[in-house]
């Protein structure tokens, strides 16, 4: 098998090799990006400066569980009767789905590097901001206010991380050796995401053991957990700074064209629908569990203590390392295994595996919600969320990057980027409803719904995935963008257009 899957690799490399020979339209394709004269740093920073900026997302969103349960127990009366309190943990994933939306136009038609530089900016400069947030004499409403705000300026640009950092990665990935490049994309992307939600939970752990548990030493706790969101950023800024576009970009954009939208819709407009309902599903599921689980564990903990008392935050934010940490085994795992199974067989087998835990949770989930079976519950718990990176949390950013063309991944990626926040949003917004509705009062009743939704939905994004997902391979970016231009060029459009070279040095 191993050699016939060769031998179809190489097969069709000469089938690229003889579309864009020296006679070919398809301008600039004369040396294949892995054949580049470049040394094995020139070929990796790239791929490593432009996707290592998810850390902040990860970051950015999994403090905001804890700040959450600090801002409640320093305003017990305001955080229950604010409408903005309500709307803290969401409100940066509206500010994502704008940021997704606007870079990912400005990333394909404009510049990938220098989108990013200017999503980095707005995130550096609006979590620091968001950190400081104060009413007008210290007016408790007011501060809840600011941070909302806040929080929807930091979204627009961790929103700029997608579109313009994940795709240029993907871009810089085709330059790596074949065999490796789906793998230093994810521990690029997704795995940062998942480290940052692990350092936010050990941040704001360490933090209420420095400052105390009192009303006033939160207060010094939640805001250095949000302002330190800032510092990764803020180091990355230089490393930026020394980019070039990716080649891929080079070559295929339409920048100083206008783009033809009724074409591109009619190729990539079933795909696109596809890959956003997966991520719909996945982030729907994964962001609202991050949020809720501080609050899960934290439930479960009092159980048993007199009646008003709450477990100490230090030990509740130690349980959410644990149950964080669980994303990280599965995401590097998933990393390997997408070169070695393909993306969509790993996010389909593992979304699946996925659902069915979650199944086994819904069932089990009156007897694990007992304090003495914490360890059990966590362990389910993170079993369940490690098959989710695996699968999708591993893969769909990377069959989002692979299954358009350059000339529009920046939009491509930013749609299907933006759908899976918006299911982050709703998730957010409808978990608890959910869980109050469903559970009349009882917790464990509504959290065991909750579960045995996201089960179910996983279950579908399986099916999805195996009926409709293209196959993906090394070269697929490459294959990608000769597909599209052969497109282009049977319903007349001229392909000459494309690329920076081409308009550069054309004489007509």
């Known amino acids: 098998m191993a050699e016939e899957k060769d031998v179809g690799m190489m097969r069709e490399k000469d089938i690229m090799t003889e579309k864009v020979g020296s006679d070919s339209p398809v301008h600039g394709r004369e040396v294949p990006l892995e054949d580049l004269p470049k040394s094995r740093w020139e070929r990796s920073w790239p791929t490593i400066a432009c996707g290592a900026g998810l850390f902040s997302d990860g970051y950015i969103q999994g403090i905001i569980g804890p700040a959450l349960v600090e801002l409640n127990r320093i305003y017990p009366t305001e955080y229950k009767t604010s409408n903005a309190a309500s709307n803290i ?20 038609n404009w510049s990938r590097k220098w989108t990013l530089m200017v999503s980095t900016v707005i995130l550096i400069v609006f979590a620091i901001l968001g ?11 007011g501060t809840l206010n600011a941070l909302v705000a806040y929080r929807f300026l930091v979204g627009i640009g961790i929103g700029g991380e997608y579109p313009a950092g994940s795709v240029a990665c993907a871009e810089s990935t085709g330059e790596l050796k074949e065999g490796h490049r789906n793998r230093w994309f994810i521990m690029f992307t997704d795995f940062q995401i998942d480290f940052g939600f692990v350092v936010a939970y050990l941040v704001a752990m360490i933090l209420v053991l420095i400052t105390g548990e009192e009303p006033g030493q939160l207060q010094t706790a939640w805001r250095v957990g949000l302002g330190l969101g800032a510092v990764f950023p803020l180091s990355l800024l230089w490393l930026r700074a020394k980019l070039k576009e990716p080649e891929e970009f080079n070559r295929e954009t339409m920048k100083n ?28 599921s994964s962001y609202s569990f991050l949020t809720f689980s501080t609050t899960w564990i934290d439930a479960i903990l009092s159980q048993g203590l007199p009646a008003g008392q709450q477990a100490p935050l230090w030990k509740t934010y130690g349980f959410g390392v644990v149950v964080n940490l669980f994303y990280l085994p599965g995401s590097l795992a998933g990393a390997f295994l997408s070169d070695m199974m393909g993306p969509k067989l790993c996010l389909g087998v593992f979304v699946l595996l996925q659902g069915l835990v979650g199944f086994l949770m819904s069932g089990l989930y009156p007897i694990l919600a007992q304090p003495q079976n914490i360890g059990a519950f966590i362990v389910v718990f993170g079993i ?61 009743t509504g ?17 999805v995935t195996f009926a409709f997902l293209p196959t993906i391979n090394q070269d697929t970016i490459t294959a990608e963008d000769i597909k599209f231009r052969e497109y282009l060029e049977s319903h007349g459009w001229d392909t000459r257009q494309m690329g920076i070279k081409r308009v550069e040095t054309s004489d007509s």
């Open 257 to 284: 064209v206008r783009t033809p939208y009724w074409l591109v819709f009619k190729f990539y407009g079933f795909r696109l629908a596809v890959v956003s309902l997966i991520w719909f599903i996945y982030d729907f």
């Open 89 to 108: 943990g969401s409100i940066a994933f509206v500010g994502t789905v704008v940021g997704q939306l606007f870079f990912g136009y400005l990333s394909d």
């Open 384 to 444: 369940f969320l490690a098959l989710g990176e695996v699968g999708p949390g591993d893969n769909i950013g990377l069959v989002a990057a692979k299954t358009s063309s350059t000339a529009i991944r920046g939009q491509y990626y930013g749609v299907a980027a933006a759908m899976g926040k918006i299911g982050a949003f709703v998730g957010n917004y409808i978990f608890p409803i959910l869980a109050a509705n469903a559970g009349n009062g009882d917790e464990a």
């Open 131 to 141: 950190a400081g947030a104060w009413g007008a004499n210290g007016n408790p409403y």
């Open 447 to 463: 959290a065991r719904a909750t579960v045995y939704l996201s089960s179910a939905l996983c279950v579908l994004s399986a099916i």
